[in-house]
């Protein structure tokens, strides 16, 4: 790794986080992929040589489990989904230079060496710990074959993640209250030995290496909590028969956890394309043992794995540590939370059945907002943008360039491109090569649009329609420009938008790929004569806008009355309490009179909250779903008897009551004043 700007003389990999091959994907995951995409595209584009690498994550028992609910054996069943995958990358222009998974002889030898290496060094120990077990059936619960409540927060938590709540890693033995999802059985813990990596012996270097890291400020900023505090050892390994068994002379029938071979994927991709490719064109050891340029893609709810765990894993094992990581924010929708169970998604085969083009959804995604930032979609704020941004600015400059220039001139008027305009285009170049380096791919991809709405400008001032009767000559300078122009926006755009550019590109008469060009081409002559082009972009027109409106309304509110968590079906059967027992809990009408956030949590907020009597400070995982703002002198259902708990490292003293994924505040109606009891 070097600290010099890109391009550089090493090589770079670009990973992405790997989808778990157990499920159908949705745009919330196609953010991460596109921005890595477009990320190696761009660092092509301007000379760095790249590799982009990933993989299906095989094992875990997020795999196990789904497949033992469709009656299949892990392998079979996430081999089926690893194939699915290969059509919606395909379709998205996702292109891979090695796509792999975690359950292939490379990944397994290539983790159990790094494993071993570290054992080696005695950063691994034998360490006793305390495991969900269910007791009726007598076998172990790992991870998510287990829920309770999470211990940090008291949230809804599976056996490895408090995901309802404040996101934490959790380790075995941790989850309170614990029940098997197998049988529903209330599971016990029991004394078993497993494999702990002495991450503690790397915090001086993780300390370090924070400080180095390159990329999106919540992946430089999240972990310092972990890194900064007191470093907790990480247990390696888990109680289930479906993964990679843990390196050793011993005798054990424990595997890896999954997030050590998972990470060790993008080594194993990376060997792969070498392998297949030959080292003279990419060297995988030069790559990760000696200086190339790592840039992870990750969704931001996996930072301590890749910022934490995993640096100190390569530093322990002699491979490069990473020069970035990019942490995606989430896909909201319709400006709520996506919840696959209840199929409130917009799913990838579903933006394929209609038609629409994949590089839309492309530019959508790397232009709405800043990357780390939660974005949030909807048919109606897609339509805007692509019939403002891309058809009225972006298509419409290139299509009456384009076609100007073929009927008037046949192709590219016999003028040099003005001094004015050349100068204009190496400033877009530059924006884009300095977006790049910040890791800016929203920049990047608005340098071209910017570009072309320049265009628009410059070809509806000089009016060449006109002066091609009156200055003939000033006209072919006119369109002699602007093509120069709509060649450097293609170049600009077509990381973003790859198969529109390079439609364009060969429109233009161009011979080679567009994407084998660098930015230098943009100052390069387009070709003599091409022929008669067609309109980029096809406007979504408000009828198309309702039946993709319609359709989605369908589907969520089918899907609610068929699933629903409060349909007569599900809480017919719930367990009951007395009125005496209801009657203990103490409900009243509170106040927000302050927010702030809490340092390392991307969900929760902090309130200070009136409730009559006194004031108090409430932990909410609310943050997502409101700005802090809003929330003051907003009146809300406080619980007020419950036992304190310390969330984050700060004590909440009191619950405050929403509803639903959306976390949908419970208020009042009229205007109850703080305090007041709820009966």
């Given amino acids: 790794m ?9 090589l770079a990999v670009v990973t992405c986080g790997l989808p778990y091959a157990n499920g159908n994907l949705h745009i919330g995951h196609m953010r991460t992929y596109v921005t890595g995409d477009t ?6 584009k301007i000379g760095q040589k790249t590799a982009f690498v990933c993989g299906s994550d095989m094992h875990g028992t997020p795999v196990a489990v789904n497949a033992w609910k469709e009656g299949k054996h892990p392998k ?60 009726l059936e007598n076998q172990p619960l790992p991870d998510r074959y287990v829920e309770g409540a999470c211990p940090h927060c008291g949230a809804n938590a599976r056996g490895d993640e408090c995901d309802d709540g404040c996101q934490r890693h959790l380790e075995p033995g941790e989850i309170l209250n614990p029940k098997s999802i197998i049988t529903g059985n209330d599971a016990e813990y029991r004394n078993k030995s497993h494999k702990f990596f002495r991450i503690s012996d790397f915090q001086d270097y993780l300390q370090g290496f924070i400080n180095r890291l390159e990329g999106t400020a919540n992946a430089k900023n999240q972990p310092r909590e972990w890194i900064e505090g007191s470093l907790r050892d990480w247990c390696i390994t888990r109680d289930i028969d479906w993964g990679i068994p843990y390196p050793g002379a011993e005798e054990t029938d424990l595997v890896l956890y999954v997030w050590v071979d998972a990470v060790v994927e993008y080594i194993s991709s990376t060997k792969q394309y070498s392998d297949r490719v030959g080292s003279a064109t990419f060297d995988w050891e030069s790559a990760w043992k000696k200086n190339g340029e ?21 530093y322990g094992s002699g491979y490069t540590e990473p020069r970035a990581i990019m942490a995606t924010g989430f896909v909201n929708l319709n400006k709520k939370a996506f919840s696959t169970s209840r199929n409130r998604a917009i799913w990838v085969d579903d ?30 704020n897609f339509a805007d943008k692509v019939n ?34 050349n100068k204009r285009i190496q400033e877009a170049i530059t924006e884009f090569s300095d977006s790049i380096n910040k890791y800016s791919l929203r920049s990047s991809a608005l340098a071209g649009t910017k570009l072309a709405q320049y265009g628009n400008a410059y070809i509806q ?61 943009a100052l390069e002559s387009p070709p003599i004569s091409f022929n008669s082009p067609s309109e980029p972009f096809m406007p979504i027109d408000d009828k198309k806008l309702k039946d993709l409106n319609s359709k989605l309304d369908q589907r969520i509110n089918h899907n609610s009355t068929m699933g629903n968590e409060n349909s007569p079906s599900e809480t017919s059967n719930l367990n009951r309490i007395s009125f005496e027992l209801f009657q203990k809990l103490d409900l009243r009408i509170g106040k927000i009179l302050e927010t702030k956030e809490i340092s390392g949590s991307e969900k929760l907020l902090l309130l200070t909250v009136d409730i009559g009597s006194e004031t108090r400070q409430i932990v909410a995982g609310i943050r997502k779903f409101y700005t802090m703002d809003d929330l003051i002198g907003k009146h809300v259902v406080v619980a007020t008897n419950l036992e304190k708990a310390t969330i984050f490292g700060t004590e909440s003293d009191g619950m405050v009551l929403a509803a639903g994924d959306s976390a949908d505040l419970l208020t009042t109606h009229g205007d109850s004043s703080p305090g007041e009891r709820i009966r």
């Fill in 2 to 10: 070097s600290a010099n700007s890109f391009p550089t003389n090493n």
């Fill in 39 to 44: 990320l190696s595209r761009s660092l092509r």
């Fill in 76 to 135: 079979e069943f996430a081999l089926s989904w690893h194939e699915k995958y290969k059509q919606p990358f395909l379709g998205m222009a996702i292109e891979f230079d090695n796509y792999g998974h975690t359950d292939d002889e490379v990944n397994t030898m290539l983790t159990r060496e790094i494993v071993k290496t570290l054992d080696d060094s005695n950063h691994i120990y034998d360490k006793e710990i305390l495991v969900a077990w269910d007791p």
């Fill in 294 to 314: 790592i840039i992870h893609v990750i969704g931001r709810d996996i930072i301590q794995h890749h910022a934490v765990f995993w640096p100190a894993m390569l």
């Fill in 351 to 380: 933006y394929f059945s209609e038609k629409l083009d994949p590089d839309l959804l492309r530019y959508y995604l790397v232009t709405v907002g800043s990357l780390q930032d939660d974005i949030d979609f909807s048919w109606s």
């Fill in 388 to 421: 403002g941004e891309l058809v009225g600015n972006t298509g419409n400059f290139l299509y009456r360039s384009l076609l100007f220039a073929h009927r008037e001139y046949g192709g590219t008027p016999q003028k040099l491109v003005s001094e004015t305009v």
């Fill in 461 to 521: 001032q000089n009016e060449p329609w006109k002066l091609k009767k009156s200055n003939p000559d000033f006209a072919a300078q006119v369109i002699r420009d602007c093509l120069q122009i709509c060649k450097a926006v293609c170049i600009l755009l077509s990381p973003t938008m790859p198969n529109t550019t390079q439609k364009i590109w060969e429109e233009m008469g161009e011979s080679n790929s567009i994407h084998q060009v660098t930015l230098i081409e």
